[in-house]
Every structure is written in C-alpha cells, then in structure tokens.
C-alpha cells in the first residue's frame, strides 16, 4: 500500500489524491507548473436525453467557489438554457480551481487545489463532440483531452477518436471503467488502440491512501481481441466540488457543504492523470528542447510511454495473467497496467531530454522512424552505476486509422513492434536478458533488475512475426534505470 499521510495531516491541501500521483511534488520542484497556457479539452455526457437528444445538463457548476478565477468555456458559448451535472462538476474541480478557505467536516478547514488551476478548460457535450469534431475528423484544439465514459464496445467513433490521436498528436485520457460491479470489459474509447486508458487505485474509503486496484472497482483487462488495459492506475477518491443541485446554479442551503468524496470511480482517477500530463506538456511546450514531447508528431506517444514509464509498480505487479510465468507476449499486468502514476519521476524522465540512439543517459526518451523493409534496429546503450537498480522502459506507437467515416484500421500500415533488453559483456559478447513483444498491442513494456556497473542495450525493432508495413512507423521510446532520479529544479 502507498501510505502518504494521515487524514489529519492530508487535511492541509486537498485532493490528496493529487499528491499521492505526484502533482503537487512536481509544482513544490516547478512553481511555474500551473497550467498556465494549457487548454484542456473535457468531453461531458449529458445527464439528460430526449429522443435521443441531449439537453445539455452537461455543464460543470462553475458557480461554485473553486472556479471563481477559472477560466472555463464550453461549446455552446453559454448560450440558451443548460443544466449542471454533478458528474462533470466533481471532474473540471480537479482538474481545475482553487479555494483556499475550503471546508470539509471530517477533515475541517483546508486548501483546495486542482491538479492544473491556471488552465482553461474547454468542456464539450460528447454528442456534440462526436458530430463536430470526431465524425469530420476536425482538429480540436486542445493540448490533450480526457473523457469519463465510455461504451461497451468499439464503434465507429471510438475507432474516429483513434484516428484524431495519432492524425493530430493528441494525447486522449479516459476512465476504462467501474469493475465489475459496473460492467467487466474495458470500456471504449479507453480501450482504444491510441488511448491512454486509466483505472483506479483502491482507496478503502481513504482519501489518502491507494492501493491495488479491485477488479470490482476498475475494470481489468485484456480487451475481447487480447489487448492489455488499462495502461495506468491513479486514486480517484478525491476531495471534489459539489454542484449545487438540479437546477443550474441553484444556491445552497449551507455553505459548508461545498465539498465530497469522489470514491473509487475511473472516472476521477482519469481526470488525475490528465492533471499531472498537463503540467508536462507545459513544461514540453515552454523548454524548446523538450517541444517535441508536445508536438503534434506522435506527442501522444512520447506523453503516454513518459507516463508508463514513470508509474509505480505496486503490490503483485505481474505481465499478464497472475501466475508464475513472466509473459513477453503481454506488456502490462491486467489490473495495474503499467502501474500507479507517479508524475515527479514522469517530470524527471521528460527533463532528462531527448536523445537519439547510439550511447544515452540512464534516464530519458526519444522519438524515432522505422522505415518499411528496415533491417537495422535501433539500439540505445547505457551503463548502469555501482548501485543495483531496476529498468523501466516503454515503447509506445500509434495503430492507422482511415481518416474518414467509419474510420476503419489501415490493415496495410499495421506495424508490430517489439522492445529487447540485451547485455553487453566486458568481452564485447551481447545476451538477451527479456523481451515484450505483443502480437496485438501497440505498447512494449519493460521492467527488470539491473546489474550495477553493466552495460545494457534497449533494442527497438519489427516483430519477427509482423507483416513489413507500407508505410514508416513513427515511435516514442523512454526508459529510466535508476532507483531516484534528482529533481531538476528550474530557476
């Protein structure tokens, strides 16, 4: 279990979930890091349907203390009569927002802060969404967004959402779903090929303490085609705002009740780590070393494996199915992904910089091209310290969709990439030491112990069980092998 601090304690700055991910570390290493320049964009179901059509109670209550200074705009430019939704409020609370006489009767008075309260949130209703943006595969102008809902299974405009990831470099969070007790199967568009699908950590009703996801709580893969999801947990318990009640804006009897627990729902723990990638892109966007990361040439994929890579690994993290056998053909272990986020080490991963392959620092990512018919695989060599620490590294690329309606998978640019750890002996001998290579997933995953004062390859290449595709394969490799990586403090 990762303890962090006792509701007393937690009582300080709330959510303590945002800590727990690494949020707020980050802005103690980073002040600038508030969102500042960072358009989210926030995809919102109506809570009410006639004939089929919303009737945009999709809004959060911007109304509500914590989003006095907001800066919030939605889709519909505020125009004619539209409800709240206690949904969308608790999600744009903390993503976005501040209140620092905050109150919450078990925990008593506190500081509210979202993961990114300088950004501007950009909330959409999802039908629209769908018609405006996704079906004419429009660009939206958002740096990322995240989305809690999600269907049962693949559509065309899950398939459309897909597409506007990899067309578009937009990195698409969304909630994979409620466990169990909600429905078993991942839910789309989190289980979309190019998604960054996310399931919660268990909280046992704490608001500061998180552990191994419940499969009755977070929706565990593998997908109905064999695909590991989620990619990444985060807490979803949070301190949130409360809307004010049905009718829009309706003022509250007591003042006090302005705050609630969130529970255990992916649908706050996406908006979580969509917090933590905005302060990444926004450290990307300002550094112009790091510009890329952010770009609209695969920074989805450079931001998902940074994330990956970064996460925490918790109790009983396993490839695949939980038995005794280390399955190369799953990246990620079905209940945690790649684990839990951490965004301190995500942060740090992105500052160590990009760097091409050849000799490269222990910590660090890169974004390359497999071209077709190519037979030299791209090697980043590294050596290890006297201490003994463990490898992660996460190959991430995006799978080709038809940029039109239904948005079908591009068959013949389909790629099969596949991710080895080698070492390379004193006597110049190389040994493979583990492999990830899926014959489904678009993501490879490593994660290993390392041998101190060893010299170590990460060797990108195509699977030897996969078609040669038509068409060059964009990747984004990042990988960290060492223990605690210093903070890189800004000036």
């Known amino acids: 279990m990762l ?26 290493v980073d002040p600038n890091l508030t969102g500042q320049n960072i358009n989210i964009g926030l995809i919102c179901r109506s809570d009410t349907y006639i004939d089929s059509k919303p009737q945009n109670d999709y809004r959060p209550d911007i109304s509500h203390t914590c989003f006095k200074d907001s800066k919030v705009s939605f889709y519909d430019n505020q125009s004619g009569k539209a409800g709240i939704s206690n949904h969308s409020t608790a999600i744009a609370s903390i993503l976005t927002g501040f209140d620092a006489n905050a109150f919450y009767q078990p925990l008593g008075n506190f500081q509210y802060k979202a993961a990114a309260p300088d950004a501007r949130l950009d909330v959409y209703e999802f039908w629209n969404f769908i018609v405006d943006y996704v079906f004419p595969a429009y660009w939206l102008k958002d740096d990322l967004i995240t989305m809690s809902l999600g269907w049962s299974s693949e559509a065309w405009w899950t398939r459309g959402i897909d597409n506007m990831a990899d067309n578009f470099g937009l990195l698409v969070i969304a909630a ?8 078993d199967l991942p839910l789309y568009p989190a289980a979309g090929a190019n998604i960054l699908a996310v399931g919660v950590a268990d909280s046992n009703d704490s608001l500061a303490q998180f552990s191994v996801p419940d499969a009755n709580r977070s929706t565990a893969g593998p997908t109905l085609d064999g695909r590991c999801k989620p990619d990444i947990v985060a807490p979803g318990n949070c301190l949130i705002a409360a809307a004010a009640g049905l ?47 952010a770009s609209p040439f695969i920074g989805n994929c450079v931001m998902k494996s940074i994330l990956m890579t970064g996460a925490k690994k918790l109790t009983g993290w396993h ?93 013949d640019l389909w790629s099969d990439l596949q991710l080895q750890l080698r070492a390379v002996d004193d006597d110049g001998q190389i040994r493979l030491i583990d492999y990830s290579d899926s014959p489904v997933d678009n993501v ?41 990586v210093e903070p890189q403090v800004s000036e």
């Open 444 to 484: 490879e995953h490593l994660y290993m112990l390392l041998d101190p004062n060893s010299t170590y390859e990460l060797v990108v290449s195509y699977s030897l069980n996969s078609p040669i595709s038509n068409g060059f394969t964009p990747y984004a490799l990042s990988w960290t092998s060492t223990s605690s």
């Open 3 to 28: 303890a962090c601090a006792s509701l007393a304690i937690a009582a300080g700055t709330q959510p303590q979930a945002l800590d727990v991910a690494g949020v707020y570390k980050i802005t103690a």
């Open 176 to 183: 994979i779903g409620n466990g169990k007790n909600a429905y």
């Open 247 to 293: 009718a829009a804006f309706e003022p509250r009897a007591d003042s006090n009740d302005l705050y609630r627990a969130s529970g255990d729902y992916s649908s706050f723990a996406a908006p979580v780590v969509t917090g933590v990638a905005s302060l990444l892109i926004q450290k990307a966007k300002a550094e112009p070393d790091l510009q890329l990361a």
């Open 319 to 411: 490839k695949g199915y939980p038995d005794n056998s280390d399955d190369n053909e799953y990246p990620l272990d079905f209940r945690q992904g790649a684990g839990m986020v951490d965004g301190l080490a995500a942060y740090n991963i992105l500052t160590a910089g990009m760097q091409g392959n050849g000799d490269v620092k222990t910590v660090g990512w890169n974004i390359n091209i497999i071209e077709p018919n190519y037979i030299v695989d791209d090697i980043y060599r590294f050596r290890t310290g006297a201490a003994q620490n463990r490898l992660a590294a996460t190959l991430v690329w995006n799978r080709a969709y038809e940029d039109h309606y239904p948005f079908n998978l591009q068959l």
